[in-house]
């Protein structure tokens, strides 16, 4: 999808209660699939809903790494131990890890991103 399309789609259908009608309509549908699919799509609605959390997403490698450390941390900005949909967290020092979920804080330390493949320890 052209990213001008989408923007405009975006306007209209983001953070919206939207009536069925509108969810099951072609347009809506090719709107959800450009996120998933569209990567200059997604970069873009993740950056405008980073930017308005007030998220520093511009010091990562990439969006899907942003979005996902933005989603392992709380309303103070701590991170969420032990949340089953956390899949990455992100230390000050620019250590990187996955959460093993068994209770603990157990972490495997990771030295590359998993989506975009950028060395993540200096
Ligand atoms: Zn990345």
Redesign the pocket.
Known sequence: MELEKFKGLHVRFFGKELPEEVTASEEYEAYVDAIHEDEACYNWATAEKLKSKGFDYES???M??ADKVYGSLDEDGEIKYDEPEVIINKWDEDLYGIPVHNGSATMVVINY?P????KLSA
Not at 115 to 118: E, H, K, L, S, V
């Open positions: 990562f490698c990439c899907m790494m991103c989506w975009c493949g950028t």
